[in-house]
């Protein structure tokens, strides 16, 4: 099957050069051609005049782990996702999704997490080390298991957390996660710790900061999900009154309304009071120093809508970390392609290039807002235009709970 959007206004995000009344055709999933005029030949025309084509968004930190997470991915332009707790069902769910018999985004996956001993809080499906051949088994089973890249939690013992390092890197693979209390950021960048997740796992100060992105290190903000403690523990905010909850079925709702309970209680006990602006400040400092950032939400954390959050986040780092609007669009679409080793297949609109696109109504770099007017999504092979879409979005809103399911142990 042939598509060949015409007459639109190509966001390639080679550079923030837009294309005006350009042509993309595509075929068998592929871009083939990007140019003016293309002969239509025996292709289904789609007239994008006026329209904004960008490549299809990722989010690059997500949990997909409830039956109706792929439609709202897709419904919201998002043809992947970086899942941060692999287990085996996400990659049976990815195969699916790949031979067309599930609606969803590509998952690109890390291993289960991987805690010391000493972690307080004790989650099933987490591996605890405690020894040396622990910590190499737990990434030899990350690289057995089909993962992608090995995530750690900060209560790993240092001799343990070295010997995974040195176990990572001797093996080839790349390890992330929450950084490490015992151990300090500088040592840790020195090991090859690759991506710290959250801001609020960057050390505290500036120039050990600076020397994490200079020493090549990633950074994925998840700004939406940081805010949710002082918010929902402190500033009284409720569930509830989130947009978008429409989209969040009701056996998830009795999920995070008893998970959230349990946050708020555990934070309070420990009178845990972040200041969000030095939050924020941390990871605005790294992006001074480096362009290696994610855009990711963090879904499905209580409180973070899966799919619409994306568009949350790439609003905050605009407004709340000083991007603009291409910064943005580029830690949702080259930089995760490029963390992944996709550069040369996805992220960007190019000839050659796998044909995951979005068309919006409007234009993203007028305004970040932009990225939620969508008319029709594009993965692969699969076109889904805005009647699909309302489609997908009514089937979520309208969810039997004997129809949800959880697809994967929750964190
Ligand atoms: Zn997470």
Redesign the pocket.
Known sequence: MKYLFQRANVLTMKTDEILYLTDVLVEKGIIVNIGKNIPAENAITIDCTGKYLIPGLFDA???LNTSEMGELFIANGITGVRN??GTAEHNVLDSEIRDGTKIGPYIYSSGPIIDGVKAIDKVDNRVYISSLQEAEEAVYNTINDGFRWVKTYPSIEPDHLQRLMETARDCGIKVCGHMSYPVDAKTLCDWGYHCC??SSSLPRHDADIEYLAKGGMWFCP?QV?CETLPDYVWNGKQLNDLAYYEYVPGPLREFWEDRNKKIIAGYKKRDLRPDINVVINRGKTFMTYSDQYLA?S?TM?PGIICGFSLHEELYKLVTLYGRTPYEALKSATVNPAKYIGLEEEKGMLRKGFDADLVILDENPLANIRNTNKIQAVMQGTRYYDRKQLDAILNHVRNLKDEEFHFIAPI?
């Open positions: 930190h997500a949990h941060l707790c997740e959250h998840t999900v990711g963090d954390y964190f």
